[in-house]
């Protein structure tokens, strides 16, 4: 649901919060760092987007970037 409302800042705050996450949980985390880090860059906050970007990195499961 966060993802599809775009409310990524509110989504990673919920989901920082469940100890044992499920793989769908991990997976979901790491899109949602990533879409919000997209977000803060294009904002030009580009400390924040580091941070994101790093945080997508935590579970490296499924969503993975394409190379260029």
Known sequence: AFITTKNYKTALGYLE???DKT???KSAYQKIA???GVYLFNNKEYD???ELF???QKYLLTF???KP
């Open 34 to 36: 990533y879409y919000e």
């Open 23 to 25: 793989p769908e949980l």
């Open 48 to 50: 924040k987007a580091i």
């Open 17 to 19: 919060k469940i100890q």
């Open 54 to 56: 790093e945080k997508s």
């Open 64 to 66: 993975q970037m394409k």
